[in-house]
């Protein structure tokens, strides 16, 4: 029997089936809201701790456009600088050729395994499936990587990928994995077993790949933060050092990188600092005790030179990948990261999937569950206007013809109609009398055909209270003023 708990809402074919699953399941109700909730609370407090944040979050937006408007000159100095340092540059056009190169090095290196730091680009261009494929073994390093590993499932959320998992569930997949004997069942033991059995991971992998938080252009650096130390773990005992990192994660200096460093932390965990911060710079030198004998890096576009030339799609290439928006995101909230069917849920997933898989059928449905509160936009602490990117989405689903004749014919009926004053108040009467009589004796209504029947599939519909129309009423009161 399969120890893998079902993905939350990942069972369904589509958008909506993935929904209904994941609001059916009333455990993730619970870990979303306990997650999430101690995330807001936590970044709450630690941004209200700092006075001067909306400078800072300023700063951080004119330092990603900065970089964003000249990313061809900082790529060459990034690429100069990390040679300089001994580290190799490879650039990949497409997920496929990034995977292709991560796996050619593997297979160079002699590679049976490889230990993996968390990394969302990794995710994005498929890096886990590819070292499948090619018959090296992968080892995720980050705790809550490893215990979705274990259960065959993808991570739902960026920074807390097992956060649908109970304990119940992670204590049997670490004693069947971890050939432990007892089932253990408190925080501190879980997390004492998987060091037992990753140590063991660490010491013998011929490769580490890991990911990059900041590129530093006037040092050839790469910036990689965790709280467990993993990061390090990956990249110092193995021979062979690979890092995949997107090209918009590119800073000018050091001092950008702090204050990026300084907004990133507190809007993902709601803490001043990781617990490690660490920035690799080339290979081992001679006279160095640790470290890789070769450093790899792999430029990955994966569709962001397309979002660089629309200026439509442009601010998204200022993301930082905190996950403050699906913290603070009332849809994320109700359903989880599992349903949205992509790399990346929430808001983000809504603007950066149609750009990575193609505007689909299946696609445009995640700009459709948006309900375009803003408070995504409120919390980004790059000031990134996500609202306006899914409304976009949704533009660019209606003229591409990707909506469902029964939407576009309703919208244009209703345009029709709303465009003649007389029809639209005839029109809005007759409704208002209807929906009173179908309310019957209890003034509600518990079934509407059609569109309107999604509503009344979980709840009663108030009946319009007896009288007037608004419009009849306004109607009323200004012919009064007109007599007086």
């Known amino acids: 029997m399969s120890l893998a708990r079902p993905q939350a809402g990942g069972a369904g074919p589509d958008f909506n089936a993935r929904t209904a699953d994941a609001l059916a399941d009333e455990w993730l109700k619970v870990a979303i809201d306990r997650t999430t909730g101690t995330a807001r609370t936590k970044r709450a407090a630690i941004v209200g701790q700092w006075p001067d944040f909306g400078v ?150 011929e490769v580490g790949i890991s990911g990059a938080n900041f590129l530093v252009a006037d040092t050839g650096s790469v910036c990689t933060v965790t709280n467990e130390g993993n990061a390090e773990m990956t990249t110092t005992p193995p021979r062979v050092h690979i890092v995949t990192a997107g090209i918009e994660k590119l800073v000018p200096t050091m001092g950008h990188a702090a204050m990026m460093l300084r907004l990133l932390v507190r809007s993902a965990t709601g803490a001043a600092l990781t617990q490690y911060t660490t920035f690799h710079t080339g290979p081992k030198r001679p006279g160095d005790l640790d470290g890789p004998d070769e450093m790899h890096i792999v430029l990955v576009d994966n569709g962001r030179t397309r979002m660089l030339a629309d200026a439509s799609l442009r601010d998204m290439l200022r993301c930082i990948r905190c996950g403050a928006c699906m913290n603070h995101c009332p849809v994320f909230n109700q359903i989880g990261g599992h349903a949205y069917g992509g790399t990346y849920p929430g808001p983000m997933g809504a603007v950066l999937t149609p750009v990575f898989d193609g505007l689909t059928q299946k696609t445009r449905d995640l700009a459709h569950a948006c309900t375009l509160n803003g408070r995504c936009r409120e919390v980004c602490p790059v000031d990134i206007p996500l609202p306006t990117l899914i409304r976009g989405w949704r533009e660019r689903s209606w003229r591409e013809g990707l909506e469902p004749t029964s939407m576009r014919s309703g919208l244009r009926l209703f345009a029709f109609v709303a465009a003649r004053p007389r029809l639209y108040r005839l029109g809005t009467g007759l409704a208002a009398r209807a929906l009173r009589l179908l309310g019957g004796r209890r003034g509600a209504i518990t079934r509407l055909p059609g569109l309107a029947g999604a509503w009344t599939l979980h709840r009663d519909m108030p009946a319009p209270p007896p009288g007037p129309t608004f419009l009849q009423a306004e109607a009323a009161r200004r012919a009064r003023e007109a007599r007086t």
């Open 56 to 205: 800072a979050r300023e700063r951080g937006r004119a330092i990603k456009d900065h970089v964003v408007a000249h990313l061809g000159h900082y790529l060459a100095e990034f690429e100069r600088n990390a040679t300089a340092n001994g580290a190799v540059v490879h650039y990949a056009a497409t997920a496929d050729e990034a995977c292709r190169i991560v796996v050619d090095l593997c297979r160079r290196a002699g590679a049976r395994s490889a230990t993996r730091s968390k990394s969302m680009l990794g995710e994005e261009i498929g890096l886990p499936h590819a070292l499948e494929e090619a018959g090296i073994e992968r080892v995720e390093t980050d705790l809550a990587e490893h215990i979705v590993q274990l259960a065959g499932e993808r991570p739902s959320h960026i920074i807390w990928p097992a956060m649908h998992k109970t304990r119940e569930q992670i204590s049997e997949l670490f004693r069947h994995a971890h050939a432990d004997p007892h089932r253990e069942e408190t925080p501190e033991a879980m997390a004492a077993s998987a060091r037992r059995h990753l140590r063991r991971r660490f010491m013998a992998a």
